[in-house]
């Protein structure tokens, strides 16, 4: 992967997740999950913050009649239940992690549902950059994490699921979807593995 036509995009990293008393932090069985997730992300995030890699967060914010949310089922029900992820509110925000990045992250607004091209601008953002090849991480993998980075598939980038930055609500369903449903579109490697093959070629 050359960092040059590559992108990073960062799915759900809002504190609604990943703050310690985040509203749907409770979706994942095992916490230390999640914060393995973040501490994974940094650190990647950190390694290729002076390379050429785009790197865009896409959060879901809703507007407080959750009226993007009219029949939700699942976790969109739990998520309109809960209040999570509503406009204006701390849990809708980014991580404040990432503010040490500063406009390094871009933001994509618009996403109301598991995928994050969906009623967004990411397509054009990607394509505006000469994207190729797309990376996905975040929250969660078995619903937002599959539907973006099958969204990304079905629009011509080559996929891979960086599978440390990624958490499914159990240890099982992480490793069904790596090992049996992320390579019949992509792949799933570590955030280690994918900057070894960036930065062999960055060099």
Known sequence: MNPATTAVV?????????????????????SRNVDAVL????????????????MISTPII???????LASPVGILHAIKDSGAFSAGTVGAEDIPEFKEFGDRILSVSGKEGFNAFS?????????ERGIQDVLVAGMVTSLC??????????RGYDVTILSDCTSARTATEQDFFCENVFPLYGRAIT???ALAEMMELAA
């Open 10 to 30: 960062l799915v759900g990293y809002q504190n609604d997740y990943f703050a310690l008393d985040g509203i749907l932090r409770g979706v994942i069985e095992d």
């Open 39 to 54: 501490e994974n992300t940094m650190r990647f995030l950190r390694a290729t913050a002076d390379t050429e890699l785009t």
């Open 62 to 68: 809703l507007t407080p009649d959750y009226r993007a």
């Open 119 to 127: 009623d967004t601008l990411l397509d054009d953002v990607l394509r």
């Open 145 to 154: 994490i599959d539907s973006t980075g099958r969204a990304a598939y079905e």
């Open 191 to 193: 955030s280690t593995e």
